[in-house]
């Protein structure tokens, strides 16, 4: 990200404190703190990797505006401040207009609620609830918080795409077959692309009793959860692998057994920046 780029974005989000987020404003569209949306939102400019889901199941838009705060923060503010004012914005031609009852709900009326950032929330969950059309994401936890959260690579690659970063995004995914070691391991991460995984969230978890284990072979069948590659994919030893990840509002680095990894591993999105993105050094 440029310094000028990064002092731009964090100038609409001194705006936004200020109260000048949009010009056709009548007050905040949402039930949360400015203070605490603007101090958050300085913080992502300026160190875009700490985009937190918390224990929601936002990973799929967590992913989108890790990418998007990274290379685009300027676009990425501007969205923010307009969905705080208006209850409305858009990322590229994509219009994002989030529920009323999504807007005027509390922040933070649950655990799981209170460990995603009111900013963070904000941005994540008015994505994820514009898109639905059957169930909408209307709320921070609950037994429907799951199904509506979920992000299919369809949705996620649209997203992407209409941020006008990429000039392709290629659909290596599967929801049924695995992929395999062999398409995991030709993927290598660089500055002209991102690769977003599609795994199963259970080849990270090591539960302390057989019937978790069972239950989390079992439940690794099926894909649930987005992850930022950051390292190739290679060898740890004999049977082992090795890679680092983004998720969670940090990266992470992992060993684990070669089975588990492709048990759990359902291809990636992959996303080649545009030439101009690119030569900008953006």
Known sequence: ?????????????????????????????????????????????????????????????????????????????????????????????????????????????????????????????????????????SRQGGPTEATAAITMPGALRLWLGATGLFAQIRDETTLVLRKGIGHARDLVPSPDRELALLLALEMFRHPPTLVGRARDRIVSLVPNHWVLLRSPIVPAGPGLVTFRFWSWGAEHSVVMARATFTRGYHGCLDAQFTLRHVASGA
């Open 1 to 137: 990200m440029s310094t000028g780029r990064a002092a731009q974005a964090h100038a609409i989000v001194a705006a936004l404190g200020a109260g000048g987020g949009s010009p056709v404003s009548s007050g905040p569209a949402w039930r949360l703190d400015r203070s605490a949306v603007v101090d958050r939102l300085h913080e992502l400019v300026a160190e875009p990797s700490r985009v937190r889901q918390g224990r929601l199941n936002l990973c799929g838009p967590a992913v989108l505006f890790m990418v998007w705060l990274e290379h685009d923060p300027v676009a990425a503010v501007t969205y923010a401040a307009r969905l705080f004012e208006d209850g409305r914005a858009s990322i590229g031609s994509l219009a994002v207009t989030p529920s009323a009852g999504l807007r005027n709900r509390g922040y933070g009326r649950t655990e799981r609620g209170l460990s995603c950032p009111q900013a963070d929330w904000m941005m994540m969950a008015a994505l994820r609830d514009s898109s639905n059309r059957v169930l909408r994401y």
